[in-house]
């Protein structure tokens, strides 16, 4: 995120006072108010309530503590680099096997191409993830991202997730395998040019889910740890949540308490260094008032006590059935897309951004959500292959 775009122009929510409010939400609303943190169960009284406009009010209140009218983007270029994967999650309408109709891979030369374009169109990020390629050789990324940094200096590399980085590890054979093996890889990489981890790959942390419809895939375990491995080497990252398929709301509670726990304990020493108070389980919640943060209230590079990297952004993403083996099922609703990524910024209270990815949610989505807390929709993308709401395009170039 490297722009900040205004919306104080657009109309504020509606204030609880004008209407009649749901009582079960009195209480959360008290805790949203004096920044305290939600329970799951806080949760799900936020997803069966009627009351969505008071689920949007108090999360448009929280993004506007951390924020104000500020929405952020960037001018950004994603690659995808391949479609061959040796997986094949029910979810998944982007992979192909080697010989099957629509299966690519880019070369260097390709690779090179892309990263002109984005340094000509004055982008200031490229955002890299493929396939899992069983035959391409480790040598092959470090190599992408060096050619990345030779056509274009000034970019920032945020590539491959945590799926990735851990077929890199079991391709590659470095360190060994486990967290060792992750560190060697994600310090290879680094080394090369990367500059941040992005956060797909994580779906819903829940071993149901995992087994029935991307079983091949890692747990959530191995994802978080991954990410703890990038900050500890001090890169920042990025969460996903892929909703509205076959896990049940209390499981999209579930994978958001596992991000929220990791991130209070990357984030422990640094509250500590800002005199943040903690809860008696060493919570640190951001999304307090004021007068809760005598320093600074969110992590910036450079901030006293801040020795690591951190989850930078959460980004919930409707599942599209569409060509994908769960093409029978009917898709998360707008309402639910309204709802989940209100109810993310309000759980997600040691966050600092929530995005509404536009491709995904669609621009006239998107721009609701800026009022039901999401503070970032992405950037300009320009490609996007992977998936893409119904009738929207995702290829901005011929």
């Not at 898709?331 to 639910?336: A, H």
Request: hydrophobic fraction near 40%; charged fraction near 25%; proline fraction near 5%.
């Amino acid at each position: 995120m490297t722009l900040a775009a205004h919306i104080s122009s657009a109309p504020a929510a509606p204030s609880a006072r004008t209407r009649r409010r749901d009582p079960a939400l009195t209480e959360i609303a008290r805790k949203v108010e004096t920044g305290e943190r939600l329970t799951a169960a806080d949760g799900a009284v936020l997803f069966a309530t009627p009351d969505i406009h008071e689920v949007c009010r108090l999360a448009d209140m929280v993004r506007r503590r951390l924020h104000d009218d500020a929405v952020f983007y960037n001018i950004n270029r994603h690659l995808n680099y391949s479609n061959i994967c040796a997986l094949s999650c029910k979810f998944c309408a982007f992979h192909r096997k080697k010989d099957q109709d629509g299966a690519y891979e880019h070369n260097l030369d390709d690779i090179r191409a892309e990263a002109r374009k984005a340094r000509e169109s004055g982008a200031t990020e490229m955002h890299i993830v493929g396939g899992l390629h069983p035959w391409l050789p480790f040598s092959y990324y470090t190599d992408m991202l060096r050619a990345i940094g030779e056509e274009a200096p000034q970019i920032h590399i945020k590539a491959f997730t945590a799926v990735e980085i851990v077929h890199l590890q079991r391709i590659s054979k470095r360190g060994g395998d486990g967290y060792e093996g992750v560190l060697a890889v994600l310090r290879d990489l680094i080394a090369a040019g990367l500059g941040s981890l992005p956060g797909g790959g994580a779906e819903v942390f829940d071993d149901r889910v995992h087994d029935e419809a991307f079983k091949g895939k890692i747990r959530s375990d191995q994802w978080l740890d991954v990410h703890r491995a990038a900050h500890e080497l001090g890169i920042n990252s990025n969460a996903t949540m892929l909703y509205g398929h076959i896990e049940e709301r209390s499981e999209r509670l579930h994978h958001m308490e596992l991000l929220r726990l990791q991130q209070d304990h990357t984030l422990s020493a640094w509250a500590d260094a800002q005199g943040i108070a903690k809860d008696a389980n060493g919570a640190v919640v951001l999304t307090g008032p004021a007068a809760n943060y005598p320093h600074e209230r969110l992590p910036m590079p450079g901030s006293r006590g801040l020795k690591t990297g951190y989850f930078q952004t959460i980004i919930p993403l409707p599942f599209f059935p569409n060509a994908s083996e769960l093409e029978y099922l009917p898709g998360p609703t707008g309402l639910e897309n309204l709802r989940t990524l209100a109810i993310a910024r309000l759980m997600l209270d040691n966050f600092p951004h929530v995005k509404a990815f536009w491709i995904m949610q669609t621009l006239p989505m998107a721009q609701l959500e800026l009022q039901a807390g999401a503070d970032d929709i992405d950037g300009t993308v320009v490609w996007y292959d992977i998936t893409k709401a119904v009738g929207e395009g995702n290829h901005q170039e011929t």
